[in-house]
């Protein structure tokens, strides 16, 4: 049934309707409406027999869902930003251990300084602890890939990350197509753990691993991401199967079909690169976007068909890698590696920072005529960075840079393109 409601609000029905039996949550901004909906809903009887524990941290958060996966629960969480790296230890453990453990993340930047609005710094800092990592573009989005989330952790025991852009989705009202209780329980298989403690035959979990078979642990969890890609496809296209819509799978394809130039993004703002890319193509410009929905597993051999015969890519990504530069695309050259085209990093968007339809349709633009530097941060503000550059030359004890830049800028200072 369609409705008009907030997408924090949407993903607490659906993941309500995905039935855990274990939810542990600690409340921070912008995933919190999510855990006080559930509360809401476990207190008033609507998700069956789940306990719902109001814990100390989020660290406490996950390690509850640990031990509750491992007796064989249904287990579901939600974080974001400086929580997600609270939890970080127990982030690799439960990777390691290969729970089935659902967590939403509600992306948000990591500080300092401190940040609440939306990049994707977060998950990409746990992007390599054994978690697979699905990425939404709007809320419709966002509630089907919790649905297919259940399936594919508890097919593979393995534990999955939806991220879905903080504030720009999660305290978002959209028309969302929401499922029913019946074509929820149609879907999701009742609950079977792989793994299960048992008091009569008791096992240690989280043992020491040394070098003789440490190696070899590591290579089983990276074989079972190689083998999720297609499970990600094959739970992608059951649930358009069972739903009448096609969501989520391991990327999607906006006119790249004769493209000379691909633009590569995750989340929300492929909905303005693809109204960029209509306002380019009409004015005579063969560009086209891949989104990627699956960003681990990377869809490697999938993304290297669909750019095979592109000129350039554009990876326009909400991170950065200080020192280096982009994340993404970091993945996108290792597909890419034998093809003769040039991979350019857009850095865009950072701490909430506005990616306007117009600056992307500008970047394209420069990008196609005379390349770009590599990377690109789009709109920064130079005057004050170079401003910041005088000070510190001028001044050993210039201040601290989370301070000054404000204080140059501030809210009314700053001009797109500047």
């Not at 594919?152 to 209780?181: K, N, R, W």
């Not at 040039?342 to 196609?368: F, N």
Request: glycine share 8%; with cysteine; proline share 5%.
């Amino acid at each position: 049934m369609k409705q008009q409601i907030e997408g924090s609000q949407a993903v607490a029905t659906v993941v309500a309707f995905c039935r855990p039996e274990v939810m542990a949550c600690y409340p921070i901004s912008p995933q919190t409406h999510i855990v006080e909906t559930l509360s809401q809903k476990v207190k008033a009887g609507e998700v069956g027999t789940c306990q719902f524990l109001n814990v100390e941290s989020e660290f406490a958060a996950l390690s509850v869902l640990i031990g509750a996966s491992a007796m064989g629960a249904r287990a579901y969480t939600a974080t974001t930003s400086q929580g997600l790296l609270f939890m970080a230890e127990a982030v690799y453990n439960a990777g390691g251990l290969g729970l089935p453990i659902v967590m939403t993340i509600a992306n948000r930047a990591v500080g300092a300084p401190i940040n609440i609005w939306n990049d994707h710094s977060d998950s990409m800092a746990m992007r390599d602890a054994g978690w697979i990592q699905l990425f939404a573009e709007n809320n419709q989005e966002a509630v089907d890939l919790h649905i297919q989330a259940f399936r594919l952790a508890e097919e593979l025991s393995c534990p999955v990350m939806v991220c879905m852009d903080g504030y720009i989705l999660t305290h978002a009202f959209e028309l969302v197509d929401l499922p029913t209780q019946e074509q929820v329980d149609d879907y999701l298989p009742p609950f079977e753990p792989v793994q299960v403690l048992d008091p009569l035959n008791p096992i240690s979990i989280g043992a020491m691993v040394g070098p003789d078979a440490f190696m070899e642990v590591r290579y089983l969890a990276h074989d079972k991401h190689i083998r999720a890609l297609e499970a990600i496809s094959r739970t992608s296209e059951a649930f358009h199967e069972q739903f009448g819509r096609m969501s989520g799978g391991l990327l999607e394809s906006y006119h790249t079909e004769g493209a000379e130039t691909i633009i590569v993004a995750l989340g929300s703002v492929n909905g303005t690169i693809k109204d960029a890319i209509d306002e380019l193509r009409l004015a005579g410009l063969s560009v086209g976007s891949i989104k990627i929905s699956s960003y681990r597993p990377f869809p490697t051999h999938a993304f290297h068909e669909v750019v095979k015969d592109a000129k350039r890519i554009l990876v326009i990504e909400k991170d950065l890698a200080v020192g280096k530069g982009g994340i993404v695309s970091s993945d996108v050259r290792m597909a890419v590696q034998n093809l003769p085209l040039v991979v350019m990093t857009v850095i865009a968007g950072l701490g909430g920072r506005a990616i306007p339809k117009s600056s992307i349709v500008r970047i394209v633009r420069e990008a196609c005529l005379e390349g770009l530097e590599e990377p690109h941060f789009l709109d920064l503000n130079w005057n004050a960075v170079n401003d910041e550059f005088v000070r510190q030359q001028k001044k050993r004890r210039s201040g601290l840079i989370p301070k000054n830049i404000p204080g140059d800028v501030g809210p009314f200072k700053l001009k797109v393109g500047q």
